[in-house]
């Protein structure tokens, strides 16, 4: 079993900074971040395997997110800058045992309860 809580959510200013964290009880294989604006599905934005440090990123946000984990804290990390106020959402982390990075919202079994970003203009 992973327990997943999520942190570092709030409201900023276009253009601006957040880093969002993830703690994580427990071990597997993938973890990744989504995202869910009002009436939109959830969606991929990166992810990241624990032993190797593999990534992965969706298009709508590369260049502009990094993730990255600390093994020694159990905790993954989305650093994010340049932010829009299309970027307002509900963030989530999730996990689960698959071999690869996966985009797949049904791939992942374990979920964080979610922090919100909200982006003014």
């Known amino acids: 079993q992973v327990r997943l809580v999520e942190s570092g959510g709030g409201l900023v200013q276009a253009g601006g900074s957040l880093r969002l964290s993830c703690a994580a009880s427990g071990r597997t294989v993938v973890y990744g971040w989504f995202r869910q604006a009002p009436e939109k599905e959830r969606e991929f934005l990166a992810g990241?395997?624990?032993?190797?440090?593999?990534?992965r990123y969706a298009d709508s946000v590369k260049g502009r997110f990094t993730i990255s984990r600390d093994n020694a804290k159990n905790t993954m990390y989305l650093q994010m800058n340049s932010l829009k106020p299309e970027d307002t959402a509900v963030y989530y982390c999730?996990?689960?045992?698959?071999?690869?990075?996966?985009?797949?919202?049904?791939?992942?079994?374990?979920w964080g309860q979610g922090t919100q970003v909200t982006v003014s203009s």
């Open positions: 990241i395997t624990w032993s190797g440090g593999s990534t």
């Open positions: 999730a996990a689960n045992s698959q071999l690869y990075i996966d985009s797949n919202t049904g791939s992942y079994n374990y």
